[in-house]
């Protein structure tokens, strides 16, 4: 069942560390003062024309775009229309201050009107400071594209790191040994956040299965 929390009190939230998981891969995230979103594909298809796709499985989300506070930063893990959703970034960009993406990304945001120096990207193990958050940029096994155009932009999971919390996004991706590389570079990982529920034999190159899931 959906819960729907009180979006005054997420608001005020300064000190606690928690998670506000909206379906898929959409989450929002609250760390040492800081209000991030991630993936927020908060509309109801992901396809570049509502007759092109499925709805979203849950018919609710738990806050409406409306109802989220202020966001310090929207994070994304690819350009994919299930993860970077045009509709939910015109809604965003007005009450966000930042963004971080990948490689090859940002063009998509300056062609949807959204400032250059708002957007920055990052490259496979790169890092960066925000406002004394850590943010790091890590490889996963996956692929990019929207419309015809396929891997023009890259595609990758972040390492979020505040005082004292570590919190992994995994994107999408199959398994790997940049799991253990990430480990070793990042943990020990208070939180992770693991991609589960769009596997297929068909698709192992690019989703990992349940159990491979387990293993990463």
Request: glycine share 8%.
């Amino acid at each position: 069942p959906v819960l729907y929390p009180d979006s005054t009190v997420i608001a005020k939230n300064k000190s606690v560390t928690q998670l506000i998981w909206f379906g898929h891969s959409a989450f929002l995230l609250q760390i040492d003062g800081f209000t991030l979103l991630l993936d927020p594909m908060l509309t109801d298809v992901p396809a570049p024309h509502p007759l092109l796709g499925p709805s979203r499985f849950g018919k609710d989300l738990p806050m409406s775009i409306e109802e989220i506070p202020h966001v310090d930063a929207i994070i994304i893990s690819h350009d994919h229309y299930d993860h970077l959703d045009y509709e939910s970034i015109q809604k965003l960009k007005s009450k966000t201050d930042r963004f971080f993406v990948p490689l090859g990304v940002a063009a998509h945001f300056v062609s949807w009107g959204i400032d250059e120096d708002k957007v920055e990207e990052l490259e496979w193990w790169e890092e960066t400071n925000y406002k004394g958050l850590e943010l790091a940029f890590a490889p996963s096994r996956h692929f990019s594209g929207r419309g015809l155009e396929r891997n023009t932009t890259l595609w990758g999971s972040w390492i979020i790191k505040s005082a004292d919390k570590t919190i992994y996004f995994s994107g999408d991706g199959g398994y790997g040994p940049h799991f253990k590389e990430i480990g070793k570079k990042f943990g020990p990982i208070d939180f992770a956040m693991l991609e589960c529920g769009q596997y297929n034999e068909m698709w192992k190159q690019i989703h990992m299965l349940p159990e491979e899931t387990a293993q990463a």
